[in-house]
């Protein structure tokens, strides 16, 4: 049996991250009131440093920033640092109600540090 070289696994899962982070991004962009009530329910509106529906906004542009690097393999084990940071914030506001939230986050996290520590070569802006 033939198995893929690995390169092309991190390149799936890098689309794959990169796709959960532009629907992310959509949601907060077309839908910024869910975004503004989940917030506002959880202890981390208090811990803003700007308005609720400011940081909205902000979700929406980092998010698709994390898409776009993630799609063209810029800089990945960076880029994939930070997706892993940010998905721990989004878990801890999400908290434990929310278990089927944190488990589909769990996911990402997971793909997160992978791509953390091995990069992704293939079809990569910045091959190493």
């Known amino acids: 049996m033939i198995q893929p070289e690995k390169g092309y696994s991190s390149f799936i899962l890098r689309i794959g991250l990169a796709c959960a982070f532009l629907s992310n991004s959509l949601g907060?962009?077309?839908?910024?009131?869910?975004?503004?009530?989940?917030?506002?329910?959880?202890?981390?509106?208090?811990?803003?440093?700007?308005?609720?529906?400011?940081?909205?906004?902000?979700?929406?542009?980092?998010?698709?920033?994390?898409?776009?690097?993630?799609?063209?393999?810029?800089?990945?084990?960076y880029i994939a640092a930070y997706a892993g940071l940010w998905l721990i914030g989004v878990m801890m506001t999400l908290g434990i109600h929310h278990y089927g939230g944190i488990l589909e986050h769990i996911a990402f996290f997971s793909i997160a540090v992978y791509l953390a520590l091995n990069g992704s070569n293939v079809c990569s802006v910045t091959n190493k």
């Open 28 to 77: 907060a962009f077309f839908s910024p009131g869910d975004f503004i009530k989940l917030l506002d329910g959880s202890f981390m509106a208090r811990l803003l440093p700007v308005s609720t529906p400011m940081f909205v906004h902000f979700i929406a542009f980092s998010d698709g920033m994390v898409f776009l690097l993630l799609l063209l393999g810029v800089y990945t084990e």
